[in-house]
């Protein structure tokens, strides 16, 4: 019969042939050959050939094989013919093509002019095609291929797909570029798909940019979906005055579903090979991460065995308890100086080790903790804390909410060159009471705290010391612009008091005096620990304002300004300080805003009434917009002490291009502190950047000098890190 016609043939067996009207299309099926990126990318278009939207019949049996051609010469056994937008299709198998053939005793198709194959994750453009329907085998000739989860494309010279999990690939290239421009391939003269395993393999690979070969692989692993497997990550390339050029090689071990290990020797040119490395695991008990870095012999320093080690675990012992520890330490007090990345790596003076227990129920909690640290050139001697034992209470009531807080800590180090047991008790009351126009809150609270030294002239120490509190305050409110806006006004008064008591003989273990700042208006001590309690006679004023946009919520503004006025002098001092006279605390101004939704600004400024000048200053200014520009400028003073000022960046230049850069300066000093400044390129099937950072280092005088290079391809993942989580941790917003 030769005729134009919609023909469906029935089950593969005996079945007679059946007769339906739908369409679709036969396809060779395999898998995506690599994973994508782990972030955002602007879309590659697709080629129109592969967007043909070919017509799928509905509600087939599933083995069915549906034909439709403009003209046919069909047999019910052996080889039909057929000629003229042919389409054959099985279950997700899509085909079309100008001529084709189809044998039904042995389910064999052929395939010639303008052939096009689909499946759910593969499309093809060919001139030839041979294919069995039954054992979902068969060739593709001089393959044009597009894979829809990777949005990676390519070409082979032959695609085979020799079994319903294997498709080979001879004389192959992969790119997830636009065919017509692909600004980076791989090219292999044999790629395999293992698509039950989820893996790709390439042997003798070439690595090009445009057609220039850059880089030469003798074989490749990768995944097929983003499951992880075992194998090299990409490099990491970059230099460094102090330790040269470096190069890392990751291997990552895929152990098991919830743990794996990764080993990345590091080549440092000028001091030697280093091994890094990290196993991760995670389990519904446990979670945490065993870091450890050796340098066997570095040749700049001559320091043998230089090591790192970072230990993080957590562990669910039921739903109301849990038990972490937190470990680090290092060989030697300059591991930071010479092998740190960063001038927050160099100034690390304290390194904890933390092992705690705690529990709760419905109205407390309690906590065991050991503490130690390794102490560093430049830090102070910190105490350990062998162990420190914690229970808090709390029990509100209409009357008072009462709460009471214990805790015993026994220290085996400085200050003092015996062992030192602490006891503390804490009883407090308070009750707030308040509707929408005010609040009224008094509290009363008393602390008992014991010192036993076990040796020392005095060896039992006690203290006992109430302190009184009233916190209070009015809220008012109005419509503005039409009731756009909500303005509120919020005064507020602290009043506290704790009598003196003379505490010089008292030793401290970790107290110190907190940082003056806005909230310090309204706490009962300056110190922070248990070691130094405050005679405090002293009222805190205060006065909040806030603009709030009514349509979508948004604080547009935000101002406070508070002082603290003293009735009595402060006697309590840490060893070595004087007593405090000043009638009057610094006047303290913050203020916030987010003007829109891509600006805000932040500042806190602190202005001495006696001298008549401001003692501290601080101002952040914060932009980003929805195409990624960014500027944030900042300025810190404080008098006397220090006066910088920083500003980061990044905004497009030309076409693909980014500048992005940051400047941190020592404007009492006349100096830098850290200058980074760098480039981005991106297209949408591969990113690049470069960035060159200057910082001073912990002896003030000494500057690292580092080049960080990074090469980021869409389906392959990272040539280099390091350039990106430089620029996350030095502009703020960028991502």
Request: proline share 4%; with cysteine; net charge negative.
């Amino acid at each position: 019969m030769l005729a134009s016609f919609n023909h469906l043939i029935g089950h593969m067996g005996n079945s007679p042939p059946k007769t339906l009207i739908t369409l679709s299309v036969l396809c060779l099926y395999c898998s995506p050959a690599v994973v994508f990126a782990q972030t955002e990318w602007m879309a590659c278009p697709v080629p129109e050939a592969y967007l043909d939207a070919t017509k799928r019949p509905t509600e087939l049996p599933p083995q069915a094989v549906y034909i439709e051609a403009d003209e046919a010469l069909f047999r019910d056994q052996g080889i039909s013919e057929m000629s003229g937008n042919v389409h054959i299709s099985q279950q997700n198998k899509k085909f079309r093509a100008d001529q084709a053939t189809y044998d039904q005793d042995s389910s064999h198709v052929t395939g010639s002019g303008n052939v096009h194959f689909s499946t759910d994750s593969m499309q093809v453009s060919s001139s030839r095609l041979n294919y069995n329907l039954q054992k979902e085998s068969g060739e593709i000739q001089d393959a044009r291929y597009h894979l829809n989860k990777a949005d990676g494309r390519g070409s082979s010279k032959l695609l085979v797909q020799e079994n319903p999990n294997h498709t080979r690939m001879e004389a192959a290239t992969y790119t997830t570029c636009p065919a017509d421009d692909a600004d980076w391939s791989i090219n292999s003269p044999n790629i395999n798909l293992y698509h039950e395993l989820e893996r790709g393999t390439a042997s003798n690979v070439t690595f090009r940019i445009r057609n220039m070969p850059v880089l030469y692989l003798p074989y490749m692993s990768f995944p097929l979906t983003d499951a992880r497997k075992s194998g090299f990550l990409w490099p990491d390339i970059g230099s460094s005055e102090k330790s040269g050029l470096q190069i890392s090689t990751p291997y990552y071990f895929n152990l098991a579903p919830n743990y794996d290990l990764t080993l990345t020797p590091t080549l440092l040119s000028r001091r030697g090979l280093q091994l890094g490395t990290e196993f991760r695991y995670l389990s519904n008990k446990h979670n945490g991460a065993l870091n450890y870095v050796l340098l066997p012999d570095d040749k700049v320093s001559g320091i043998d065995n230089r090591y790192y080690f970072d230990v993080n675990n957590a562990t669910i012992i039921d739903s109301h308890s849990r038990l972490t520890l937190k470990a680090e330490g290092v060989s030697d007090d300059q591991y930071f100086v010479d092998l740190g990345n960063s001038l927050e790596a160099t100034s690390e003076v304290n390194l904890e080790r933390r092992l705690q227990y705690s529990t709760s129920g419905n109205a407390w909690n309690f906590s065991a903790l050991l503490q130690d640290f390794q102490v560093l050139a430049g830090g102070s001697n910190a105490p350990s804390r062998l162990p420190q034992l914690n229970y808090n209470y709390r029990y509100p009531s209409e009357i008072a909410d009462i709460s009471i807080n214990s805790e015993y800590t026994h220290f085996t180090s400085a200050p003092t060159s015996s062992a030192t047991h602490r006891t503390d008790l804490l009883l407090n009351m308070k009750k707030r009471m308040s509707n929408v126009a005010a609040f009224f809150e008094p509290s009363l609270n008393l602390r008992h705290t014991e010192y036993q030294l076990d040796s020392a002239s005095t060896s039992h120490i006690s203290r006992t010391l109430p302190t009184a509190s009233l916190d209070t305050g009015l809220f008012f409110e109005r419509n503005i612009q039409q009731g756009k806006f909500l303005q509120t006004l919020e005064p507020r008064l602290f009043y506290t008091y704790t009598p003196y008591e003379d505490q010089s003989n008292i030793p401290v273990f970790d107290t110190s005096q907190t940082t003056f700042n806005y909230n310090q208006l309204f706490s009962t001590n300056r110190f922070t620990g248990k070691d130094r309690i405050e005679d405090a006679n002293r009222l805190s004023v205060s006065l909040t304002s806030r603009l709030q946009n009514q349509d979508n919520g948004r604080e547009v503004f935000l101002a406070s300004i508070g002082q603290i006025y003293h009735f009595d002098d402060r006697k309590v001092t840490l060893p070595g300080g004087t007593t405090q006279t000043g009638k009057r605390s610094e006047l303290v101004l913050e203020t916030r805003g987010q003007f829109n939704p891509r600006t805000s600004l932040a500042s806190t400024t602190f202005w001495d009434s006696e001298t008549k000048e401001i003692s501290v200053n601080q101002i952040d200014l914060r932009y980003k917009d929805e195409k990624k520009r960014i500027a944030n400028i900042g300025y810190t003073k404080r008098q006397g002490d220090f006066e910088s000022a920083n500003v980061s960046f990044s905004a497009p230049v030309k076409d693909r291009w980014r500048a992005v850069g940051r400047l941190e300066r020592d404007l009492l000093n006349d100096r830098n502190l850290e200058t980074v400044i760098g480039a981005e390129y991106e297209s949408c099937c591969w990113k690049t950047r470069i960035a060159n950072r200057q910082y001073l280092l912990p002896d003030n005088t000494s500057r690292e000098n580092a080049i960080f290079i990074e090469f980021e391809l869409k389906g392959l993942g990272n040539f280099g890190s390091g350039t990106r989580d430089l620029l996350k941790e030095r502009i703020y917003g960028y991502e």
